[in-house]
């Protein structure tokens, strides 16, 4: 099917990908080793899910048993694909591809909502870009996807997008005028009634900024490969309230000449809206979870079409530098970190984080690369560099979900591990399987070509492995500061998580991201869905454009141009 929109000849712009300039090194030997191990925590996972899960949304790989928490459309197969794809696994790709067709979206297993927000990044995204990766193509410009010789089931390629259309389709009641006149939609749905989901007989009055704001690339996606506008319409319709936001008081004030503000700085909105006409709550703000990727796909719109979403950039770079004039904080015994700070409605902040927010460095990266913007780059990187102390000070070396580095409130028992690494932990210390802090490695090694970027990212993923380890995958655990978890005893040396201390829950980002991430930046060559490498100075020096740009599932889709 045409892309409407995309009127560049690809064959002028995107070059075969460049070889390894390391494959005959001792370097280039062991990054190969490193790609080849990352492959084989994948095809563990793989045997664990098709062996005890199969067509279901997730392993529990301590009980060998599945799990539906994506509704029981086999959420971990579909974002498995892409990585599959990239991995050139295809015994995996073309048993993907033959369970798609069976799907049916229009029903689910579960009586659980169906969220729009995991729905469009998990499986839209999933099948669109395994449908970019794979598609065979017209001519030279509607080019064949850089893996299309993987398979000759062209037929079942094809399924992937048609697929895409009719879960989409399925989800589009979300948007509906006579369920939201606004046009922001809800998140929670309810398939079978075609309305919203309602807990205790309420519906949700507000959504959140991420879960409206990270629609619109996938979507937007969807209608340039179908030639129909009307996907694009729905999200990007929504994102134009959260693009020129207005306050809930005030008489839909703008937000930034509202009291109380719902823009306390330039580019940095609340964390909530409210759907029925899409003003702003006065409620506080971050880069954490239920905002996070609203400013993630802000750049990443741009990535897409730098003509059509140049206001997309504008907005990232007025709460990019807000966020460095506002929310940088650097512990009071580790000047040497930097943290992004949340922030109250009236402006205090609040120093706490999680590990979502960690994805935070990786995207100032990328949008130093492609604004050209050093600062920016130098700043992801300070960023980068914190979020690794919270992996390096933690006895698995692996990060906690939640952390926090308020001076005024460190608990006792922790002050000497507070003055020697610079946070501390308060509830949560579990680590779910999350990719933000590799991903935001992978970032920082593409631009740089700084080697340890992919030793930090070798020692996360071996650390990873070695404490997540279950009977028939990996496993997200409960404290990564509980030593006595490994079993040290264990044949070959393997360390297996004790079961009492897991959540016996192998999530399908394990798939999209932990895994592609770990094996992309043990690469150095220049496939086409790669971030373009630096040269010679810290960004792009303009040898190669990002054709590609990865949703928040790190599900790679082509650009629509022009390229940036």
Partial sequence: MPESANNYDWAEFE??????SLLDTPRGEELRARREAVKSAFSYSWAGYRRYAWNHDELLPVTNRHGDSRNGWGASAIDALSTAIIMDLPDVV???????PSIDFTTTRTSDPVSLFETTIRYLGGLISGYDLLRPGTGPRDPPGPRARMTKKTALVNKLLTQAISLADALSFAFDPSITPSGIPFNDLDFKGKKPFESD???QERNTLATVGTLVLEWTRLSDLVGDPKYANLAQRAQDFLLRPKSSFARNMPCKAAKPSCEV???????EVFIANGTFAPVGGSWMGGADSFYEYLIKMYVYDSRSFKFYADRWVAAAESTRKFLSSKPVTRPDLTFLAAWAPDGRLIKHSQHLACFAGGN?????QVLKNDDYIKYGLELVNGCRQTYEATNTKIGPDYFVWDETNVPADQADFFKKNGFYFRGNKAYLLRPEVIESYYYAYRVTREQKYQDWAWDAFIHIRNATLAESGYTA?????????????AKNKDYRYHPSRSFNEQESFWFAEVLKYSYLIQSDGDDAFQIPRGHGNIYNAGRRKNFWVFNTEAHPVRVRGPPV
């Fill in 364 to 368: 100032f990266i990328l949008g130093g």
């Fill in 201 to 203: 007989g309420r519906k």
């Fill in 265 to 271: 700085w330039d580019g940095l909105v609340a964390s």
């Fill in 94 to 100: 073309d048993q993907i591809l033959e369970f798609v």
């Fill in 15 to 20: 070059a075969a990908a460049e070889a390894d």
């Fill in 477 to 489: 655990i409960q404290d990564v500061m509980d030593a006595g978890m490994l079993d040290t005893s």
